[in-house]
């Protein structure tokens, strides 16, 4: 089993629309983010939570929100969604203890039309 | 200039080959040097993790930080097929707000 599952994997959406994409993790880590991965850019932050009650933009926040549901849970939200959001979604959790270590979701292709 | 610099490939070798991937930083905090591995559709997995200077061996794997030069490398040995991928560098540090930097990724291929 998947430690940090992300739903859906892939999602076509059109221009406007509101969309959520989801992560659950069973390794008990606090600390959970969001990425985006578009090609010749790498991964950027979109988000980033160190616990249930803290919330922190990252480099790229316009456009995005989330909400820290549970320690196990990080959502992130297309408010209304544009064709320049359409990238490769991950989630991510890494653990205080553990260094800098980040351990990613199998990601979620986002395609707005 | 982007703070973390790598090359994006196609890198192409035969099997067996010594495979050396590369990053140029220029942040000098920078206190944490990871490598990720990332299959397509995957997410990245975390491959080497390196604090500060110095080498770390892994099996066929061994990463190589060198703090002076900024640079910061990743030798495979005797590539297999399997080692086809894109790989990651990514370097950080903690400094009140959290500080996590990508390189865009080198696509290797390993013939067989």
């Known amino acids: 089993d998947a430690d940090v599952t992300q739903t859906p994997r892939n999602r076509i959406t059109k221009t406007g629309k509101r969309i959520m994409l989801e992560c659950s993790q069973t390794k008990g880590h606090d600390r959970m983010y969001w990425y985006r991965q578009d090609p010749g850019l790498g991964l950027r932050l979109i988000y980033y939570s160190f616990d249930v009650k803290d919330i922190n933009k990252g480099e790229i926040s316009d456009g995005y929100s989330v909400s820290r549901q549970a320690q196990a849970k990080f959502s992130l939200s297309l408010e209304s969604a544009i064709p320049n959001q359409t990238a490769l979604y991950f989630c991510?959790?890494?653990?205080?203890?553990?260094?800098?270590?980040?351990?990613f979701g199998s990601g979620t292709q986002l395609s707005v039309l | 200039q982007k703070e973390v610099e790598q090359d994006p490939g196609p890198l192409s070798v035969p099997e067996g080959a010594i495979v050396s991937l590369n990053c140029t930083y220029s942040n000098s905090a920078f206190q944490y040097f990871m490598w990720y591995r990332q299959y397509s559709r995957k997410g990245p997995e975390l491959l080497m993790y390196?604090?500060?200077?110095g080498n770390k061996e892994d099996g066929r794997f061994t990463a190589q930080v060198d703090k002076s030069s900024k640079y910061i490398s990743l030798f495979i040995r005797d590539s297999q097929p399997s080692d086809s991928a894109t790989y990651l560098c990514?370097?950080?540090?903690?400094?009140?707000?959290?500080?996590?930097?990508f390189g865009t990724g080198t696509r290797l291929k390993v013939l067989a």
């Open positions: 390196t604090y500060s200077s």
């Open positions: 991510a959790t890494s653990d205080e203890g553990d260094g800098e270590k980040l351990f």
């Open positions: 990514a370097m950080s540090f903690l400094s009140g707000t959290y500080k996590y930097i």
